[in-house]
Nanobody, 121 residues
Framework: QLQLVESGGGLVQPGGSLRLSCESS????????IGWFRQAPGKEREEVSC????????NYADSVKGRFTMSRDSTKNTVHLQMNNLKPEDTGVYLC??????????????WGQGTQVTVSS
């Protein structure tokens, strides 16, 4: 069974950092474009970042550019999202998803369950 599992969320003060991980069992993440999304209460799901297959390109939402960095660790079949200088508006459930091309994750069946990130003093 193909599964994605997120980890690394938690409670952090404004200005702090967290590193999220998206791990897979059942398939090789390098073969897929991996997207990070966040769902805040009362808001629509937002794409935060996406890394193309084999990491050729990485896209970021304007709201996180310069603060978030996405990367692959192929040896561990894992994709990371390093989040620095966190703001209260970054609060939400962060989910990763796999698809063949960035921008097409809404139609993909491969989503994790999410990890909660709360930025608060």
């Amino acid at each position: 069974q193909l599964q994605l599992v997120e980890s690394g969320g938690g409670l952090v003060q404004p200005g702090g950092s967290l590193r999220l991980s998206c791990e897979s069992s059942g398939f090789t993440l390098d073969y897929y474009a991996i997207g990070w999304f966040r769902q805040a209460p009362g808001k629509e799901r937002e794409e935060v970042s996406c890394i193309s297959r084999r990491g050729g390109s990485i896209n970021y939402a304007d709201s996180v550019k310069g603060r978030f960095t996405m990367s692959r660790d192929s040896t561990k079949n894992t994709v990371h999202l390093q989040m620095n200088n966190l703001k209260p508006e970054d609060t939400g459930v962060y989910l990763c998803a796999a698809a063949l091309i960035c921008g097409t994750h809404s139609g993909s069946p491969y989503w994790g369950q999410g990890t909660q990130v709360t930025v608060s003093s």
